[in-house]
């Protein structure tokens, strides 16, 4: 299926209800189902599973908090998206258990509810960690944080956070205090920096001295991202977070964007040529063997001429799904265009490669794929070489020659030149 995670959408106005619906399907990727009342939302949440829930505060069976009461003890993370709210309300809300409030006042605020759902699916393996010499600090910080679905740390000091650190490599965002003995939060920045830079680990200083201004100049010269002043303010502290979290994914998209295909999130061919001729260098020189694969989706025109682009879109990425589950990851598997794969395979025999293609040509064979209430079948042709030739654009183009022939022959198998 082309949904893998579901959002659960409360509200009433069908016009907005549908506006979310498609926003949320077409933007994000994600499968929506909807409901008008509270009492529907919890028969709902009772047999089914949400990554994340938006939903309205005024419902035929409910209103204000009462919405949220209802749907907290199911721990999923909450945006409520309300008309008007007031400030009563908002103190209230704030201390409940919700990711954050939206106010439905301009084109903008869905933006921003596509914006929290996105980091909820971007971060659902992300770890924090909090250090501070203060327990009560720590506990104070933690209760904030722990709206975003992530994992929590917490330290004392800065050589704890640093052993923390080291075997908890999947932590992107530190939150550390200045004032700690032992190791203070420059000190404890500059170790981090000398492995992790700037744009692959998050470190937002706090600090509650009364030289704020050169402290925060002092450390966003160290290598810092960001900086908090105490008393921390929970709903600016979440939404600096996220922020900050949110740029370290804006940066690996753009550097990942260089080499991967933007639909079926493959290698791209610049990616296929830069390293795929080293392997194949090392093959000639070191005279370990590589075979190329070169693939086709058959009749993949018919596909899009008979379900649409969007349908053919979806059978690129099940077809890449297979392709990359099933190879190792010292082969190289790229998207060569249109509806063409190639795939390196590194330190293989023939043989070993053939069955490992006919593994995949019988996967794709036995897929179906559901779209719009439809479902539809693909079949794949291959042609594969362990010749080298004199470059790797010759190994590649000899496993296109095979290609040709194994459509020549009816397609859905595979040929060996």
Not at 131 to 155: H, N
Not at 329 to 344: A, K, M, N, Q
């Amino acid at each position: 299926m082309y949904f893998m995670k579901k959002v659960l959408i409360i509200e009433d106005n069908k016009t907005i209800q549908l506006i979310e619906k498609t926003r949320i399907e077409e933007d994000l990727h994600l499968e929506v189902e909807t409901c008008e009342t509270l009492e529907d939302s919890i028969a709902l949440l009772k047999n089914n599973s949400y990554l994340a829930i938006l939903a309205d505060l005024t419902l035929p069976d409910a209103t204000g908090t009462q919405v949220v009461d209802g749907i907290s003890r199911f721990n999923t993370p909450t945006i409520v998206f309300t008309g008007t709210i007031d400030s009563d309300l908002r103190r209230r809300l704030l201390k409940m258990k919700i990711l954050d409030y939206v106010i439905k006042d301009n084109p903008g605020s869905l933006d921003y509810v596509l914006r929290l759902i996105q980091f909820i699916v971007n971060n659902q393996n992300t770890a924090i960690m909090i250090v501070d010499d203060s327990k009560t600090a720590r506990y104070d910080l933690a209760y904030a944080i722990k709206r975003i679905p992530v994992e929590i740390f917490q330290a004392k000091d800065g050589e704890e956070a640093l052993e923390i650190l080291e075997v908890n490599p999947h932590i992107r965002l530190i939150l550390t205090d200045q004032e700690m003995p032992k190791m203070g939060g420059i000190k404890l920045l500059q170790k981090i920096r000398r492995k992790h830079s700037i744009n692959e680990l998050v470190v937002i200083g706090t600090s509650g001295s009364n030289d704020k201004s050169d402290l925060t100049i002092d450390f966003l010269k160290s290598g810092g991202n960001d900086f908090i002043t105490k008393p921390i303010v929970h709903e600016e502290l979440l939404t600096r977070v996220i922020s900050n979290i949110e740029m370290l994914d804006y940066i690996k998209i753009a550097k990942e964007s260089a080499v991967r295909d933007f639909l079926t999130g493959l290698y791209n061919r610049r990616y296929l040529y830069d390293a795929g001729t080293q392997l194949f260098e090392n093959g000639k020189r070191k005279n370990f063997n590589i075979v190329a694969c070169m693939l086709d989706i058959d009749f993949f025109k018919k596909v899009n001429d008979t379900y649409g682009h969007y349908a053919g879109d979806l059978a690129l990425k099940e077809v890449s799904s297979i392709l990359e589950k099933s190879l190792r990851g010292t082969d190289i598997v790229s998207r060569f265009g249109g509806e063409e794969f190639c795939i390196i395979l590194s330190n293989s025999s023939l043989d070993d490669a053939h069955m490992v293609m006919e593994k995949i040509r019988k996967g794709i064979e036995a897929l179906t794929i559901e779209y719009n209430e439809i479902t539809f079948k693909v079949t794949i042709s291959i042609g594969m070489t362990q010749t080298l030739g004199h470059t790797l654009s010759d190994m590649i183009s000899i496993a296109d020659t095979a290609l040709y022939k194994a459509k020549e022959s009816g397609r859905n198998c595979i040929v060996i030149e």
